[in-house]
Nanobody, 122 residues
Framework: QVQLVESGGGLVKSGGSLRLSCAAS????????MGWYRQAPGKGRELVAT???????NYADSVKGRFTISRDNAKNTVYLQMNSLKPEDTAVYYC????????????????WGQGTQVTVSS
């Protein structure tokens, strides 16, 4: 299977910036769409941003103009640059990827990282 490891979370003040990284490892044949989701305490997991293997992106309305998703296919890594952070951005951010492994050449599966905490103070 594919393992995803997030990094870059932390505590910042309102208006600050953070850059999250998610590195995929394992017997990876290819990664298709990748994305970032977040879950605040007491709330469900929500979409933040996604990016296809070709670089097409989409964002939640709440983060448009502030967050930027990107990827480095050679490194199997997806990034989330977060600017102008707000307290309501506080959540655990999870990396997601759809891909195939050398052991399942014709079947794509979805994988999740363990999450990284982002806390934005007022």
């Amino acid at each position: 299977q594919v393992q995803l490891v997030e990094s870059g979370g932390g505590l910042v003040k309102s208006g600050g910036s953070l850059r999250l990284s998610c590195a995929a490892s394992g017997s990876i044949l290819s990664l298709n769409a990748m994305g970032w989701y977040r879950q605040a305490p007491g709330k469900g997991r929500e979409l933040v941003a996604t990016i296809t293997s070709g670089g097409s992106t989409n964002y939640a309305d709440s983060v448009k103009g502030r967050f930027t998703i990107s990827r480095d296919n050679a490194k199997n890594t997806v990034y989330l640059q977060m600017n102008s952070l707000k307290p309501e951005d506080t959540a655990v951010y999870y990396c997601n990827a759809n891909g195939r492994t050398y052991y399942s050449l014709t079947t794509s599966s979805f994988y999740w990282g363990q999450g990284t905490q982002v806390t934005v103070s007022s």
